[in-house]
T-cell receptor, first 113, second 115 residues
Framework: KNQVEQSPQSLIILEGKNCTLQCNYTVSPFSNLRWYKQDTGRGPVSLTI?????NTKSNGRYTATLDADTKQSSLHITASQLSDSASYICVVSGGNSGYALNFGKGTSLLVTP | GAVVSQHPSWVICKSGTSVKIECRSLDFQATTMFWYRQFPKQSLMLMAT?????????EQGVEKDKFLINHASLTLSTLTVTSAHPEDSSFYIC???????????FGPGTRLTVL
């Protein structure tokens, strides 16, 4: 069964601090992995996308890593801001149905002043 | 580019009525559109996949007669929740994909509340 597990489920950090979110998956065959940011009451917005051959990708203060051998990914947020408060969802594309998206349950991040 | 809009952004209706939600790809042609439902603090759950000009494919457990999907053009898909009940209250999100591109672009979502 294709699964995507995220940890922690929720996280509270102080403004300006860094944090790292984790994503483990069992999706096979693997196509790509995306991290999305979803603000409350809004649709997901793509942060990064990585294919099998990519180990790291940055988008501003967001840096995603991928270890396709261990099927793990992380999203590192540097110098957090209050606006980073959101749910971060790991989505793995692949599986036998090709383009199917497999969603993690998300990590709820709260950045406090 | 690759902007997807949804209308309305929120809707409140009485139990037993039907509600239509529109999903539009504003600057590209979407050969495939997806409809998701998201309950509070849960991840997105795929309801159905629709290809332009053909019948939608529904995920297991989703009633096709209750959630009517129409994908009449390459830029518009509609989801109609028929005879809505309070348990249908949820956040409905659509996404769109171009032909031969493995990326889904998500809309901003529609909050449905059934009284």
């Amino acid at each position: 069964k294709n699964q995507v597990e995220q940890s922690p489920q929720s996280l509270i950090i102080l403004e300006g601090k860094n944090c790292t979110l984790q994503c483990n998956y069992t999706v096979s065959p693997f196509s790509n992995l995306r991290w999305y940011k979803q603000d409350t009451g809004r649709g997901p917005v793509s942060l990064t996308i990585m294919t099998f051959s990519e180990n790291t990708k940055s988008n501003g203060r967001y840096t995603a890593t991928l270890d396709a051998d261990t099927k793990q990914s992380s999203l590192h947020i540097t110098a957090s801001q209050l606006s980073d408060s959101a749910s971060y969802i790991c989505v793995v594309s692949g599986g036998n149905s090709g383009y199917a998206l497999n969603f993690g349950k998300g990590t709820s991040l709260l950045v406090t002043p | 580019g690759a902007v997807v809009s949804q209308h309305p952004s929120w809707v409140i209706c009485k139990s037993g009525t039907s509600v239509k939600i529109e999903c539009r790809s504003l600057d590209f042609q979407a050969t495939t559109m997806f409809w998701y439902r998201q309950f509070p603090k849960q991840s997105l759950m795929l309801m159905a996949t629709s290809n332009e000009g053909s019948k939608a494919t529904y995920e297991q457990g989703v009633e096709k007669d209750k959630f009517l999907i129409n994908h009449a053009s390459l830029t518009l898909s509609t989801l109609t929740v028929t005879s809505a009940h309070p348990e249908d209250s949820s956040f409905y999100i659509c996404s769109a994909r171009r032909a031969q591109v493995d990326t889904q672009y998500f809309g901003p979502g529609t909050r449905l509340t059934v009284l």
